[in-house]
């Protein structure tokens, strides 16, 4: 363990200079993250014809997209593609051989590009705070504390989440297709299709203990302040309760998995 | 043998020869058939939340939303199986002069370039998606005239040509930037900002998805369709995509005088 906390460092360092070195290709994936401020032009539209839904003002609205975003762009969940595209070309073959599990590899390389989005999309932020009228958090240091310890929360559960999703290439071909129906069917649980508190009580109340909301709507609603210390000590043990139970999962299907796997090539 | 059914043979050979290697996995079709169809009600679920808690967006009942919204899935269907397969292949094509090989063809190097390759992955969403047009025609309880489907047609003949006029268009800043993998998310995000009908944002967004021109794309083929559009748009729609054709056109002769071979 000691082994693998000395390689973090130089992996996530190495994966950010990369990341920094095609800074185009950051600013169009940036670009192209755009999705979630379409569904809030819509909602700002439903505000101005109909009035506020459920006492949500355009700058609820705002504050909550605005994060949202940030939250969509900094996900753990792209390691999929990466697992994918390794075991069917073979080099996933590379990656056993080194000390280093391929989970960490995967980790540490997602990381470091998520560093850079952070660094151009926290600022981004604070500025669209600033400068946006109605767009505002309630933003004090426990409260800043709480979101910063909800956002590394929200980024592990995601990750090991589709890493343990990712697994599923050691039996099938349809690894992303897999991803993608669960993907979908989760993002009404996690705030992504609308803010949690728009949608049908039954809906909200199983979306409370599944792991989607923690990791993009929780972060949010403690951001905005929507949540009493009770609501959000609940939110961290759901979280935490998930990241121990994928963490479990993956080493069971791991250790199934990877006996099962032929390489393609190398 | 005159040039256009010439194109057209030599197209549908290698078509064939494209569509003949992806069916050999068949159940990769499948599940990819059954992943789109899951994505139409995702969109369509997703959009019933407004609805919740209003009948109608800027005039926009869900029923015609969802007019919209398979439009949104027949459009991004198409360029995902006909033009995003040769928009991902320019850079190689570039990178490797496999270029200089496709221009010596006796064929015109604009076409074979732009239409050569499909994916037959995405080749039925384009039908998915005019059946949820069909279901949300029928839902809005409008009867559809002859003059409306005609009008229909024409709209939606301009917004693929629209969107074709674009990929040409990526294709030749890839001839010079030489990275069509980014491009290509240009010509996703074109047609992603067409998923709602432009109405149902407010201005200034409105009025720069209406120049930009992602308007053509579906809300105005919908708005044909349920007998609400403005006629003189019959006229301007054609212009538009006419006008896109030919300077995607010339922007690509253009980025040909200045590509230099790199073959050996």
Redesign the interface.
Known sequence: MRDVLTAYPPLVRSATLVAATYR??VA??L??G??PL??M??????V???GP??GWTTGDFLSYYAAATLLWNLSGDHVVWQWDADMRSGDLSVRLLRPVHPFHQYATNDLGHRLVFLTVLVPALVLAALLVPGLDYPAGPVRLAAVAAALVLAYAVSLLMASTFALIGFWS??TS?AW??WW?LG??ASGW??PLA???DWLRSVAVVLPFRTAMGFPVELLMGRLDAREAAFGYAVGLGWLAAFAVLYRIIWRHGVRRYQAVAG | MNGWSRHARVLAICWRAAVAGEVEYRFNFFSNVALSAFWMVWAAAGASVYFRFTGAVAGWTQAEVLVVIGLFFTLNGLRQALLQPNLERMTDYVRLGTLDFLLTKPFDAQLLVSLRQVRVNNLLDPVLGLALTTVGVVLSGRGVSVVALAAFGLLLGCAVLLLYALTVLLMALAVVLVAAEELGRVSYAFVELSRFPVELYRNPVQAILTVVPVAFLTTYPAAALLGRLDPYLLLIAPAVAAGAVVLASLAWRRSLRSYAGASA
């Open positions: 185009g290709r169009l994936s670009l192209t755009f999705f379409l569904l032009g819509v909602w700002l539209t439903v101005a014809e109909s839904p459920k071909t349809q297709n993608l129906l979908g993002s009404f299709v609308a728009l949608m049908p």
